[in-house]
Nanobody
Framework: VQLQASGGGLVQDGDSLRLSCAVS????????VGWFRQAPGKNREIVGG????????YYADSVKGRFTISRDNAKNTVFLQMNSLKPEDTAVYYC???????????????????WGQGTLVTVSS
């Protein structure tokens, strides 16, 4: 399984970005995708995730109402739409795949088996 994250960049406070995570090598629709981020000097934290059917979506409280996760199984791609970005959203963002059999989102990064390379999002004030 390989993941390719893209879409990061430098934006200003209040701007929007859309990150993409292209997944290859996994059965279409049969994996959960989590989005995580790691800011300088901080631990990696979950941003959100979407189950393989798309029926279950989780958002961290810090991004709820601003970020939206969606998936296009026809293109094997998951998106993270980030609106109203804040300087505290600055981090390297990672997508990760979990291959468990249940249609749920797991919150722990430790159980996601495959990771993309990360894409840097910088929000200036």
């Amino acid at each position: 399984v390989q993941l390719q994250a893209s879409g990061g960049g430098l934006v200003q406070d209040g701007d929007s970005l859309r990150l993409s995570c292209a997944v290859s090598g996994a059965t279409v629709g049969r994996y959960t995708v989590g989005w995580f981020r790691q800011a300088p000097g901080k631990n990696r934290e979950i941003v959100g995730g979407i189950s393989w059917s798309g029926s279950r979506i989780y958002y961290a409280d810090s991004v709820k109402g601003r970020f939206t996760i969606s998936r296009d199984n026809a293109k094997n791609t998951v998106f993270l739409q980030m609106n109203s970005l804040k300087p505290e959203d600055t981090a390297v963002y990672y997508c990760a795949v979990g291959l468990w059999s249940t249609d749920v989102v797991m919150l722990s990064s430790a159980i996601y088996s495959h990771w993309g390379q990360g894409t840097l999002v910088t929000v200036s004030s």
